[in-house]
């Protein structure tokens, strides 16, 4: 018996062919933008990405030690790879760079998940400044998953500076304590902290309201400007939200404006996506400045990562038309030049060299194909399921 | 149609009393007989055991449930923690026999390699780990109480609402872990995707508690 470690999986049949579509369709969409492919090591340092990580976050790193004793963890992040391959190939002259990558990620599971391995799909767009960045990328990921059939994902969209700005007047440790509470999504224990420290009436009846602002972009501003006034935040978010309508997404956008991402160094815009029926999110990212800053590197960055197996689950997209084609004794050449001609106009053909048209049938159906081509004939089939004879 | 979750068992009844203080119709709620799958007025509730029901709300089965604290920290589940209903509440606590609870009041080496019998391994682990006490646990379903005088554990990790079942088995308790009480809880894409629905419940149980306690929380 042939067993796999807990918290793994082998991905094959329909699964695995979805998820290549996915991976496809993000890498064409996002390569034709300039983003350029990039492969990280499987690996990383636990000493360069230990002190990037919070407390919450290294719990979940999953360590190993490589044949020269290096102790390292199972690749948890790929920002960190983008962030640092940055620093170190391209001048600054040479910003901004986009990259793109799909590849297993490794983090301990959060319970009930049991899986430790995901394969996601990310871009990072480093070293450019202003909303026009998170448009574009937030625009090539929406029309990815359109193309995927996706056509109903909800990017809810935050701000970590609006929460920075919003407990810019609380005392550190009270602040640390909300934050703590927004970032777990404990909304009641936010509510108690808030209880629990003597604060300004004004002050406590913004911090009150920062969970439920939460909802339709344009409605959700106006309640939030009425409480904070008129915010750099809230102006980013205003022109990211008006550039996406202008680009007939903005059905696609919510605001939440107590949203916080897991890993901290996120600094401006962030957001999540969401669809389907899984209680949690597709994935998501945001604007990190700060980790651009720990690499000595003075600018802007965002990038995104998505959870390609959850997204292939949701794809509605219809690739080529899968069939077996019998080659019925012509010769390799022949045979392969008509296959062309059948792959160009929208199939995608498994070759049965069998030398009888039932046999090649019969392995059709077994297979599952809706399809059959006889390529002597140069004609297609459909199968019947519920036929036992050929066409 | 909005789906709720509810726990099954002793805290099902202090469910249906803060569902009835909404508004939210509970008629056939109450008279469920066998059903686990109950739909009412534009409601589905569905009943699943206490540990279950934050697995029903991460996958996204249920937009909206009520769920106990201690079951929220003991399955680590990654849910939203909307509002504390303060109903159904009860303590987590550390208890033993008095010779044991003796042992806790001297220096850590003396309850050092203790056996510990617990139905909350994960609550359990992280409160003598903290303390930096080394024990042994004993991964009970029910009965926890008994325990101690059969010689299975010398202490034991529960929940106790009046204590009387800790007195009838000659424990007490040693220390408090947590209060428990059931809270409203959603995934984070009903946070999102169902907001409206959830602001509104959520809304008018913190306008009741506001009526109640003078509270001007919002959410």
Known sequence: MSRLPKGTRTLGGVEAERVERCRRTFFETFSAYGYIPFYAPGLQLLESAWDKFPPRFRKRLIPVYTPSSEACCLRADMTLAAVAYLSTHYSPQE???????????????????????????????????????????????????????????????????????????????????????????????????????????????????????????????????????????????????????????????????????ELEY????????????????????????????????????????????????????????????????????????????????????????QERREGAIRLAQTRGYGWWIDLPACTAYELDPGRKEGP | MFTLCLPTGRVLEDAIEVLQELDIPTGRLKERGRSLVIQEEGFRFLLAKPMDVPVYVHYGIADLALAGSDVIWETGASLVELRDTGRGACRIVLAGPKKVASLFLGHESRVMGLRVATKYPRIAEEYFAERGIQVEFVHLNGSIEMAPRLGLSDCIVDIVQTGSTLRANALSVIAE????????????????LAWNAIEEIIGKFASSKKAGDGNDKAL
């Open chain 2, 177 to 192: 872990i947590a209060p428990v009480s059931l809270k409203f809880v959603s995934s984070r894409k009903s946070l999102q």
């Open chain 1, 95 to 261: 910003r901004p760079l986009r990259l793109c990558y799909a590849g297993p990620l490794y983090r301990a599971p959060i319970p009930p998940e049991t899986d430790f391995e995901r394969i996601q799909f990310g871009a990072e767009l480093l070293g450019w400044e202003g909303e026009g960045a998170d448009v574009e990328v937030t625009a090539l990921l929406l029309r990815s998953l359109r193309q995927l059939g996706i056509h109903s994902p909800v990017v809810v969209l935050g701000h970590a500076g609006f929460l920075r700005e919003a407990m810019s007047g609380v005392e550190r440790a009270v602040a640390a304590s909300l934050m703590r509470a927004l970032l777990e999504r404990r909304y009641d224990a936010y509510f108690s902290s808030l209880d629990d420290f003597h604060l300004q009436k004004a002050v406590k009846k913004r911090l009150l309201s920062i969970p439920r602002l939460r909802g339709n972009a344009a409605k959700t501003l106006e309640e939030a400007r009425a409480l904070f006034g008129e915010t750099g935040p809230l102006r980013d978010l205003e022109l990211i939200v008006q550039a996406l309508g202008e680009l007939g997404l903005g059905e696609n956008l919510r605001l939440d404006l107590a949203l916080a991402r």
């Open chain 1, 266 to 353: 996120y600094s401006g815009p962030v957001f999540e996506i969401f669809s389907g029926n899984a209680g949690v999110s597709l994935g998501g990212g945001g604007r990190y400045d700060g980790l651009l800053e720990q690499y000595g590197i003075v600018g802007q960055a965002l990038g995104f990562g998505l959870d390609l197996r959850a997204v292939a689950s949701l794809s509605r997209e219809e690739g080529a038309i899968p069939a077996v084609a019998w080659c019925g004794g012509l010769s390799p050449r022949v045979a392969l030049e008509r296959a062309d001609d059948f792959i160009a106009s929208g199939y995608r053909v498994e070759l049965s060299w």
